[in-house]
């Protein structure tokens, strides 16, 4: 922290690392009548000892302040009016904190204003008097120094320099003081999320983004707002006085595009996306402290819905609770252990006979009514519970088909679905290499399936993983193929050896000349790739008809079995020549 000289009215504030101690007219002469001392005398008579500052001076001065004290002293003159004298009074104080500062000792600044003297026209010594007031300020500067010290540590963040969060409230608190019922007052909560190419950076880098964030929020934020810092790219501004909601609405519109492009750090390019939570004061009946709660609870809701800005709303509160409620029920469910596996058969139609089954998650029926799977999987990852959802799906799935193929003697396959984040994981090739080793089974036993929702992002270490599970002699299935926007590059930069075709595009086919058309040419380009290819969705028996022409290999659907718990798929595969 240091300091800086300023003609304004005194403050004593931190509102950068760059602080001001300054004192007005009044205040010294108020410290000057303490120590009997008059204001006129101490004008034209105050004088610097050039004998005794020679013998004050430094021998070998590297403090760059302590040498413009020592200049600022040799050139002391005399004031003709209290003005001046308040300005060479508080150019003293910036220049002995700033020595301080800077490694000075206490005791050489002591020195240095011991080389004052004041003589009355009748040659009265007062110097004692003025050395008294001098090092009363050399100490009530040095403490609010200390105590400015303490309040930045507490107040302000140290990368950002900005204000913490904590510090909104007082502030508003004094907007609304000095405002009156029809003033707007607002509060952005704004987070920073960082895309998907940018899955792992460093702490240094951390830090860096945090500066150009800020840098960029104060360049586009206007003057009269006040930004703060959250931690962990969370940025909270203080709006605190608009006309109407679209100007709201036109401030979210213009972060947002200041943030479209690319921000570099060294060599490093990192692309985030703001999504602002926004809340309104009321006047009339809101308590200050509901402010910055309620424009947290809109971000949560901005950040879920990724929608750019989300004003609060008694609507949204009620939804928010609601989806606490359901985040609260799906974590208990998952501690608990009341999550469960079914078991959909996958059939091969040269043999009609069963050959694997996709595990599907399912609520036991103690847990109370179900959540929707992939909503149960979406609130895990939410919570930080995903890789633990991960690593109980795959050794789950291990224990299944090794009491399968064990105990029972049939011969088939599992396929369970990855999350996206898994392919981001170094560690899910050990993961699964050692549930592969637990229950003895071979990598063959297992598919992994790969969503094609249009999540993941192929880059050094997805496709690291993904090697790393292809070399081991695991099968990659590629899901819902044609509903994202990258399926055939997937195709192409991944070792797929299973294409499972959307049950959106064949449960209909018997009625749609384009669904037909899409399967159609899906099994034509599998096929040419040296791919299996597996219809979802089939229902009924014309529809089996049809896919039975079109060289696709193994369906699964309703027509043949709904999903089952594992004791009743046992009895299933035998039935079906497993």
């Not at 050399?138 to 609010?144: I, N, P, R, S, Y």
């Not at 069963?354 to 109370?368: D, F, I, K, P």
């Not at 192929?458 to 690291?464: F, G, V």
Request: charged content about 20%; aromatic content about 8%; proline content about 3%.
């Amino acid at each position: 922290m240091s300091f800086k000289q300023s003609t304004e009215q005194p403050i004593l504030a931190a509102t950068t690392q760059e602080v001001e101690l300054i004192y007005t007219e009044q205040q010294l002469i108020e410290k000057l009548n303490t120590q009997t001392l008059k204001p006129s005398l101490v004008l034209f008579t105050l004088k610097v000892n050039k004998k005794l500052l020679a013998r004050a001076e430094q021998p070998t001065p590297t403090n760059t302040f302590l040498l413009e004290l020592e200049f600022l002293l040799k050139n002391w003159l005399s004031s003709s009016n209290f003005k001046e004298f308040t300005t060479q009074i508080n150019q003293l104080i910036f220049l002995w904190l700033n020595a301080i500062q800077d490694g000075a000792s206490t005791q050489t600044i002591l020195r240095y204003l011991s080389c004052f003297e004041l003589k009355s026209i009748w040659g009265a010594n007062q110097s004692f008097k003025i050395h008294c007031f001098l090092y009363d300020l050399l100490a009530e500067t040095t403490q609010k120094h200390q105590q400015l010290q303490l309040d930045y540590v507490l107040n302000f963040d140290a990368n950002t320099q900005l204000r913490q969060s904590s510090q909104l409230l007082l502030s508003l608190e004094d907007i609304v003081k000095n405002s009156d019922e029809n003033q707007i007052i607002s509060v952005f909560s704004i987070h920073f999320q960082v895309a998907k190419n940018n899955p792992i950076f460093s702490h240094i880098i951390a830090i860096n983004l945090s500066k150009k964030i800020t840098s960029i929020l104060l360049h586009h934020i206007p003057t009269d707002t006040t930004l703060y810092y959250s931690g962990n790219l969370q940025f909270d501004l203080l709006i605190p006085n608009i006309k109407s909601k679209v100007q709201l609405n036109l401030l979210a519109a213009k972060l947002s595009r200041a943030f479209e492009e690319l921000i570099f750090i060294g060599n490093q390019s990192i692309l985030v996306t703001p999504f602002i939570g926004c809340a309104l004061f009321d006047h009339s009946s809101q308590q200050l402290q509901d402010i910055l709660a309620r424009a947290n609870l809109a971000l949560e809701s901005a950040l879920v819905s990724k929608q750019n800005l989300v004003m609060y709303s008694e609507a949204l509160q009620t939804e928010l609770s609601q989806r606490n409620q359901l985040e609260k029920r799906v974590l208990d469910a998952f501690s608990s252990d009341s999550l469960t596996l079914f078991f959909q058969p996958i059939v091969d139609l040269k043999t009609t006979t069963c050959v694997g089954a996709e595990l599907l998650l399912r609520w036991s029926e103690s847990a109370g009514p179900s959540v929707y799977p992939s909503l149960t999987v979406e609130i895990l990852n939410k919570v930080g519970k995903g890789k633990l959802f991960t690593r109980w799906l795959v050794n789950s799935a291990c224990r299944y088909a090794s009491e399968l193929l064990q105990e029972h003697q049939l011969k088939v396959y599992l396929t369970l679905n990855l999350r996206a984040e898994d392919l981001y994981d170094v560690e899910l090739p050990h993961m699964l290499a050692q549930a592969l080793a637990l229950w003895a089974i071979k990598p063959s036993d297992i598919i992994l399936e790969v969503t094609e929702d249009g999540i993941l992002e192929l880059n050094e270490t997805t496709s690291s993983v993904i090697k790393q599970l292809a070399d081991s002699g695991f099968r990659l299935a590629l899901d819902d193929f044609g509903t994202g926007f990258s399926s055939l590059s997937r195709l192409r930069t991944m070792p797929i050896d299973l294409i499972k075709i959307d049950q959106s595009f064949v449960r209909n086919i018997q009625h749609s000349k384009d669904d037909l058309e899409i399967v159609k040419s899906i099994a034509l380009l599998a096929n040419s790739l040296g791919k299996e290819v597996l219809a979802e969705g089939v229902e009924d028996k014309d529809c089996l008809d049809i896919i039975k022409k079109l060289d696709i290999h193994k369906c699964q659907g309703y027509y043949f079995a709904k999903p089952m718990p594992f004791e009743q798929f046992i009895a299933w595969a035998k039935q079906h020549g497993a």
